[in-house]
């Protein structure tokens, strides 16, 4: 077992690793979807779903990183049988971690640059004709995107060079800390607005009449789909910190609570947005046209708007940054253990590459937006596309086959793993379930996500 860091408290693992999975489709994708598909009927599914398909993969990738100690590369090399080449799966996760980093570090780059705006008074006076204009003109400057998505990556990679105790740890409390308290804040001011009940029936009331007009098994796919992908699960990017973490706890009951965080976000998110939404007659949109034209239209109508904005763009950074960093240090920790390079090499050679690769992401929107690549997607919704409908889902199932099936680390290695330590156990009646059921579960998520 190779020596290395660990996080300083049990708080510091959840707390990181729930940063790594909530991030911006918990605003602005859950609610909507909830709200065009039954409400509560979808949530009900969604919760289903988190149990029966997030939860278990998610301590498959713990269960990894713990026993193995070691990073995504690294560790399916340390746990595989001799002869076998599950290993190269880890490299695969090595580069659709950094596809995501590609586009996302570009989004998050937009809330900082909407926090600047609110809290400067950038907003102040513009009419609600106006507020579309704002966000096409960050769209078409590449130099102003440029900045932010550098700023973005910098700061990321400045927190990493203080270490996964010092800085990931420390830097990612802080910011769920201050997320967990925003939400709150934001949903309570949501909810006594005047007129907010008609929001909260819309996202919250079970209307399966709704939901039959949408079609049912729709409505399943759907919280099939976002209860797997919400967790951000398949690519390594939560395996690190099973790495990290110590063996006085059964991972199940760790699972339980990162998803328990997650959801709380995401349930949260749809109480600050439809409430708000309904109470200033404004309809809500799907994507980013809800984050950066539709809330910033509310909170200019809104009495202190100009606070409520700024709060709300602090909030959606804080949820962005936390995952970012996140999935960083699993880039950083795999460039220590695959090149042997220290971590100040690792940080810096890979901060110059990610502004590097976010360039065509950034240009996508302007010079080159007339390139189209997958499906006549832009670069951004290209790239998405083969993080998210492909490598999670793909990766996913990987993972599973590692720890079911007797080629691969084996069941029985992998339930001694999960379930070392003290707290809730997983039964070893599951492994029926785990070898014939979730696996096809998940393969309707890579069908549904292709076809999409």
């Not at 949408?214 to 790495?243: C, D, H, N, R, Y």
């Not at 990162?258 to 939404?277: E, H, K, N, Q, R």
């Not at 100009?306 to 996140?326: D, E, I, K, Q």
Request: with cysteine; glycine share 10%.
């Amino acid at each position: 077992m190779n020596r290395r860091e660990t996080f300083g408290t049990r708080i510091g693992f959840i707390l990181v690793s729930a940063g790594c999975a909530i991030g911006i489709g918990n605003v602005w994708k859950f609610p909507y979807m909830a709200g065009q598909s039954g409400g509560a009927v979808f949530v009900l599914f969604y919760l289903v779903f988190l149990i029966i398909m997030g939860i278990p993969v998610m301590t498959m990738e713990f269960a990894v990183g713990r026993a193995s100690r070691s990073s995504t590369v690294q560790s399916f090399k340390v746990l595989e049988k001799p002869g076998e080449k599950w290993h190269i799966f880890g490299w695969v996760c090595f580069i659709g971690n950094h596809i995501l980093m590609m586009y996302y570090t570009t989004v998050s780059g937009w809330m900082i640059s909407y926090f600047v705006k609110f809290a400067t008074g950038a907003f102040d006076g513009t009419v609600k004709e106006s507020v579309p204009d704002v966000f096409g003109n960050l769209l078409a400057s590449p130099v102003e995107m440029m900045i932010y998505t550098v700023l973005t990556i910098v700061a990321g990679y400045a927190v990493l060079s203080f270490g996964v105790k010092n800085g990931l740890e420390r830097v990612n409390k802080v910011m769920m800390a201050g997320l967990l308290l925003l939400i709150v804040i934001l949903a309570v001011n949501s909810i006594t607005l005047s007129g907010s009940e008609e929001g909260i029936k819309f996202y919250l009331y079970p209307d399966w009449e709704k939901a039959r007009e949408v079609g049912i098994l729709k409505v399943v796919f759907a919280a099939m789909s976002q209860a797997f992908f919400t967790l951000s699960l398949g690519i390594g990017a939560l395996e690190i910190f099973g790495s990290y973490m110590s063996k006085e706890h059964t991972l199940t009951g760790e699972a339980i609570r990162v998803c328990v965080l997650d959801t709380f976000v995401a349930l949260m998110s749809g109480l600050i947005i439809f409430p708000a939404c309904f109470s200033y007659g404004v309809s809500p949109d799907q994507g980013p046209s809800l984050i950066f034209i539709t809330l910033p239209t509310i909170f200019l109508n809104m009495p202190a708007g100009r606070l409520w904005g700024s709060l709300f763009f602090v909030f959606m950074t804080f949820a962005s940054f936390s995952t970012v960093t996140a999935v960083f240090e699993g880039l950083v920790a795999s460039m220590m253990e695959g090149f042997g390079w220290s971590r100040k090499k690792a940080v810096i050679v890979d901060m110059v590459f990610m502004i590097i690769a976010s360039i065509p992401c950034v240009l996508g929107f302007n010079i080159w937006s007339d390139l189209k690549l997958i499906g006549e997607r832009g670069v951004l919704d290209s790239e998405d596309f083969i993080v998210s409908n492909l490598m999670l889902p793909l990766g996913s199932l990987i993972f599973l086959l590692f720890c079911v099936i007797k080629n691969g680390w084996g069941f029985d290695s992998y339930l001694k793993e999960v379930n070392t330590g003290s707290g809730l156990k997983m039964s070893a009646k599951l492994c029926n379930y785990y070898r014939f059921v979730l696996p096809v579960l998940i393969l309707l998520v890579l069908i549904s996500g292709l076809l999409a």
